[in-house]
């Protein structure tokens, strides 16, 4: 296993939407392996395949304090929603950067594993977000989309600061 390089905000690479994984394989499990290798590294609870310049559509979450309960979406699809919920997301992409988003408080997601069988996911609450949030990953998106124009022109500031402070240090 090996860590992968996190893209960062604002990559364009980012900006690339993740095709279907059509080949499931040991080169698939491998990659699978290095994402959660690489999310543990990096302190996250989730990452999208499109944040480590794969673009395909697999992302990995694990939001447990003990990093034992990993879960691999591939292919996944929103199927069902319902309500709604404020909490403050932070992305790999975007160190040291958090913001409220609204996002569904509950989704049903429509997947498959590392082998390609089919299931179904339910989670809610932070985990939904989770969930939400790497969805985008693969769709393109990051979580700054969705903050108004001046908000996100002042997170994108703090970002840039912190780089120039870190690139000084």
């Not at 990051?142 to 120039?164: C, G, I």
């Amino acid at each position: 296993m090996s860590v992968l390089t996190i893209l960062e905000f604002p990559d364009p690479r980012l900006r690339t939407k993740a095709a279907p994984v059509t080949v499931f394989d040991a080169q698939l499990k491998r990659f699978v392996a290095d994402m959660f290798e690489t999310m543990y590294a990096a302190n996250g609870v989730g990452l999208a395949a499109t944040q480590v310049d794969v673009h395909q559509r697999v992302l990995v979450i694990d939001m447990s304090d003990e990093r034992d309960q990993p879960l691999v979406l591939i292919n996944a699809e929103i199927v069902e929603q319902d309500g709604a919920q404020v909490y403050q997301e932070g992305c790999l992409s975007f160190p040291g950067v958090y913001a409220d988003v609204t996002r569904a408080l509950k989704v049903k997601v429509k997947a498959q594993d590392a082998d390609g069988k089919e299931f179904f996911y339910e989670a809610e609450g932070p985990q939904a977000v989770a969930v939400q949030h790497e969805m985008d990953h693969l769709a393109g998106k990051v979580f700054v989309d969705y903050l108004s124009p001046l908000k996100r022109s002042l997170l994108l500031k703090r970002l840039e600061k912190q780089r120039k402070q870190a690139a000084s240090a």
